[in-house]
């Protein structure tokens, strides 16, 4: 084992969260667009708690906040017709490719204005047209569905990547293998990534784990290269996107990235998130990416204006998109009843 | 009598087992630190010690395979699949092996085992997370499917089914689990294969199951109330066995038959009843045999959407006023 | 009219319609190089190239995966699942992923794929290689199902299948693969959802599928024949859409229906239509509705016990004789 | 990809076939036994193809025909309360564990004689009270019911080892990777052996698989050393077995052991396997596992007269077998309406 270990961290990029590298190459406006992107996906989310505590959002629903330096890096570094493959912790994943906060916040509540008009919720979010394909809620199915829209692409010559976003829980079900080794073997434009956080549900995942690292250490076994890096550093994962879009669009094949990150709240919102040590949960709210960032950005010597400007712009932002889907009414009962099959309909029968 | 919730008895129930033989194992996702994500597990793992009560990887197909390879050696083991959606993951291990390899090896092999989950509609949580899968159970021969619908009936139907020699799939109805019901004192396990009379009833026969019996019961009150009808509510609760002599003999009496299924349309077990019931009492039934279900669609989330395709007691009611009538 | 066995009316279908679009693409195990283990696609490589006809490892779940990934993005997948038993691996994929996606993104994606397999008994193969699964499909929402009886109905329902913008579980019955059986010359598609009135009559109908069809044309000319019984066959082929309007005409017709499922009894196919009839056409009968199928038990193996156990004509026509007489 | 295989091939016992070790250490009657074994399970198999070719057996049928020396090597040093878990091409695994020939052809020809009379056919192959634990006929299942045996030995505290025989083309499914992960973390006593014969049915693994040892490349992914052996060596593999054995019963956990090994036919009954190089087969065949093991033997001293009684013996063996389970008659229908249930019987209903 510990010969094993050694071999991994050889070749990894594994930097203790909250070391943040220069990163000198990124242009200042990409660099802002990374702060924007994450202070948005920040806000949409604690707006999204509010509503849950007011009783407004039915169901579950799994918030992603202190991982926003992933979807941020990654949605940045993107091309606008690749496609996003995430899961029922999708709200920032899905927003960073352009969908509305309104209709986030309004599938959310379950109403018109909803994205799926309240048919999917939460866990589903998806938006075709920008190439969100869609949130997925049950563990490692959308593994293969990502790989599959890169054997589309592939086949079409498109250039487009597709990119799975997954969690450290993930790697131990069966379709994340088939669907490493497919990918390798078919030498897919697409990019496995995943969210080490460190907990599945509520266990975490070194208990349930033969491995350090739940992905990285797995790379091997698809003669893929071991990739850890900074989740909470957008700079880190903007240029670890980069790379591997790149890589994929040139024909290269995948890449599996495990970035490691943390949620600051529960699994989803019934969890307390009790079962974290508390200074485990402290250090980690030390490097929240979003802070840190700001910090970075203001060393580089962005005015504290500019900074103030795109907060108040966004969270003026959010009390709008609030407003308009807490006005939104109800969908018509008639939609549960249509849109099973490609015709609109839903009848099994003549 | 204790009064205990739904969540509660499943817990009661294993526990009662465990403490009655060592042989029975529990395992499965956040199951025992945590105590399961609807808590209905809390405790075990105090009690009964980490070699009993273990966590597992995200990886269905390992805990079934380890729960199937554990019963044909000796242990008997309750495994719990969160949401029984997910048992789409691992449907191999239960459709077939689990359920096959008694029948294949001439009887070799049994498979002392449990199989629970979260099953069922009606909390929002969507398409991937609401599915009523009785029937994917029932059409496989080989399992034995329960699924009860009140507080008493978890407990002893649980405790039966830790104790059968067969594998049993035990479906407990998600949005029930906050329901509060009384629980016999002292040891409680009841047989498995016997439907009850949830009310007696003269005029229709109405067969449901889990989150669809009180729902039933209701329509009953209303149907009796406002429109003189008198229906009999037969809790099902067992659908493999199942218990036909009970169903057969109320829709005797009352030449009718109405099935309240949560599951979608095509194939659910309110299918099956109707079939036996049009097979085996044609000549005694008054009218048509009634199925209210679901429609047969994936369940949307917003709640308004659920309320409006799950079956509801005043659909009951207009169903079987307009059948009466 | 060209004579084509079932298993060459597979392959002809495929080539057909990837002649005609250059979106369908093929893939699974042992399905290019080797033409498939039913040799049912040989020669699709050697004619569409390693582009669109693609051999996989041993990964059910990637192979439906990757059908669903490209089915939303342009593709038009055709994915072989070598036996029909192996769906339980990849279940996920289709029941809760590809069936349910649609609706649960208000019709954002379409899923204009097709998954095809080995289905049914008769083959000696045991219970993990013989089942008849399409009733597993049936019950969920969102998939279309079609199991054809001969080659005629495997090259239009095939071709058909691959056109439509639905995802369609295609089940070719293995035993019926040597079948002969005339195709029209030229291009050849039918329409889904579509049942056939394989043989018309007058007393009783007897709705069959895939290999039972053959089996109840068998028995319908025996009972003709010597009990003096007329039997409307109807090939059913498609269970979803299901074409409930030729099923009721000829109950109505008849007043009878029997059916012949070869799946394990418990939820088959067969349970749906007696429920349909048993509520639509309840005044129309003349008698019991009797369903025929495999006793609810998982296949054996040797020749004699696995005759023993699927229905027969001999079966069939003892059936029918006893419920006209 | 070049680092990672010299990193895989440092650690792994990856011998040529054919160059067999001296394997001094082995008993002779060790010896013997494996021979003999290896001698039994290749005339059992030769039978069983005749009976084939006579349409005596129905439906399908896999031979393990070259790859005697995994079967033989395992079985021998295994205990006798050991568990035994193998596919539909299992004859040979359930073989060794004591299951007579006549119970084994006669399931073949599903006859009243046939280990399961009938209702499980050659796929299937099972006897409990050898500690064969089933034949299992859908890729990956047996390998977490392995492990579940495992886990209950070890609570049980039996000392008893599970051990898990399957192919190459095995190792690209869920299955695979989420039992390898689960025996890992519960420490559990199991063997899991890839029988490494270069195809799953038709298809080359190597066209279908990311690296180049399917099972040992994936070792590291579950923290376990990566071993490769001469499968067709019955001396390294009976080496090979005990270690792995010894290490299970002290509690050092599972072992993956993949087995380079051949078939000489094809996959199955329908296929002459001429997919497959004239070359290539013609190497194997040279290496075929039995002859090459009788060289070694008369090197070692073994008088040519002892192997000829072997030999005599268990081709007179077959014969009676042959006879028997051809006269035995069909079972009875009556048995296959029974046994769904613990009590016996088959009903759903009362
Ligand atoms: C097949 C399956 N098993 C279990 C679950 C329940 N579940 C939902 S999220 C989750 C934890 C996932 O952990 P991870 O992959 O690390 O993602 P994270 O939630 O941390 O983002 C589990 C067990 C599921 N949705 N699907
Ligand atoms: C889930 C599943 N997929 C496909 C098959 C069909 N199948 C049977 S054997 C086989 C090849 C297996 O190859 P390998 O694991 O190398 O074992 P070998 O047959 O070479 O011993 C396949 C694809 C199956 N039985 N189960
Ligand atoms: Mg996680
Ligand atoms: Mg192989």
């Known amino acids: 084992m510990s010969k094993k270990k050694k071999d991994v961290n050889k070749s990894v990029k594994d930097e203790p969260p909250g070391i943040l590298k220069g990163g000198a190459e990124i242009a200042i406006e990409t660099r ?50 690749d496609y996003t493959f995430c899961t029922y912790r999708g709200h920032n994943h899905t927003y960073v490719r352009g969908v509305s906060m309104v209709s986030i916040l309004g599938e959310l509540m379950g109403r018109e204005c909803g994205l799926l008009r309240g048919k999917g919720g939460s866990m589903h979010l998806t938006s075709v047209e920008h190439g969100a394909m869609g949130s997925y809620a049950i563990i490692g199915a959308h593994l293969p569905v990502a790989a599959g829209a890169a054997w589309s692409a592939q086949y079409r010559g498109t250039k487009q990547v597709s990119v799975c976003f997954f969690g450290d829980g993930t790697t131990n079900i069966g379709a994340f293998h088939e669907a490493l080794n497919f990918a390798v073997i078919w030498k897919l434009p697409v990019i496995f990534v995943c969210e080490n956080n460190l907990y599945m549900e509520y266990t975490a995942i070194q208990d349930v784990t033969a491995v350090e690292h739940p992905a990285a250490d797995r790379a091997e076994a698809y003669g893929l290269e071991p990739i850890v890096i900074d989740g909470n550093d957008a700079d880190v994962v903007y240029e670890a996107a980069s790379t591997a879009y790149a890589k994929a669009r040139d024909g290269g094949g995948p890449s599996l990235i495990e970035a490691k990150t943390y949620r600051h709240g529960g699994h ?63 969908p018509s009962t008639d939609i549960a009843f249509i849109d099973v099959w490609a015709d609109g309909g839903a009848s099994w029968r003549n | 009598m204790a009064e205990l919730t739904y969540r509660e008895a499943v817990g009661a129930a294993i526990a009662q087992e465990m403490r009655l033989d060592t042989n029975v194992v529990f395992l499965g996702e956040d199951v025992a630190a945590a105590g399961g994500v609807f808590k209905t597990t809390a405790g075990l793992l105090d009690e009964f010690g980490p070699e009993r009560v273990k966590d597992t990887p995200i990886s269905e197909q390992a805990i079934i395979g380890a729960a199937m390879g554990a019963s044909m050696t000796g242990l008997k083991p309750i495994a719990e699949i969160m949401f029984s959606d997910f048992f789409a993951v691992c449907w191999d291990l239960v459709a077939n092996q689990i359920a096959k390899t008694r029948y294949m090896t001439d009887g070799q092999c049994s498979f002392p085992l449990v199989l629970r989950s979260a099953n069922g509609g009606g ?66 396990v009841e047989s498995l294969g016997v439907a009850k009379i949830a009310r007696a009833g003269t005029d229709v026969t109405v067969a449901a199951l889990a989150a669809m019996v009180p729902r039933a019961l209701k329509a009953a009150e209303v149907l009796q109330d406002q429109h003189g009808i008198s229906c009999e509510v037969v809790d099902v609760r067992s659908l493999v066995p199942l218990d036909t002599q009970t169903i057969l003999d109320s829709v005797t009496r009352t030449s009718r038959l109405v099935t309240v299924e949560e599951n979608p349309r095509l194939c659910g077990w309110g299918a099956e009843l109707a079939s036996i019931v049009a097979e085996e009492l044609f000549w005694n039934l008054d009218g048509p045999i009634v199925r209210i279900t679901t429609p047969h669609i994936p369940l ?3 709640d308004e959407l659920e309320d409006a395709v799950m079956p509801s007691s005043e659909q009951i009611v207009q169903n079987i006023k307009h059948l009466v009538d």
């Open chain 1, 32 to 81: 802002l667009r990374l702060y924007r992107t994450m202070y948005e996906c920040r806000v949409l989310e604690q707006r999204a708690y509010d509503l849950f505590m007011q009783n407004l959002v039915k169901g579950t629903s799994h918030l992603a906040l202190g991982q926003e330096a992933v979807a941020s890096g990654f949605g940045t570094a993107m091309r606008p017709d």
């Open chain 1, 268 to 330: 989803s919102r019934a969890d307390p998130g009790k079962y974290r040590p508390d200074d485990e949960l402290q250090a980690w709210l030390d490097k929240d990416p979003i802070p840190m960032y700001r910090e970075r950005l203001v060393g580089l010597g962005i005015e504290e204006s500019q900074l103030k400007e795109i907060e108040s712009e966004t969270d003026e932002m959010v009390e709008l998109a609030t407003e308009e889907a807490r006005n939104s009414p109800s």
């Open chain 2, 123 to 188: 909390s929002r949580f969507g398409a991937q997370h609401s599915q009523s899968i009785e029937n994917w159970a029932m059409a496989i021969p080989g399992l034995k499917v329960i699924a009860p619908s009140n507080s008493a009936d978890v407990m002893g139907l649980l405790a039966a089914s830790i104790r059968d020699p067969d594998p049993v799939m035990f479906f407990e109805q998600k949005s029930l689990y906050a329901l509060k019901g009384e629980v016999p004192d002292g040891e409680h």
């Open chain 2, 300 to 302: 949307p989330s917003a």
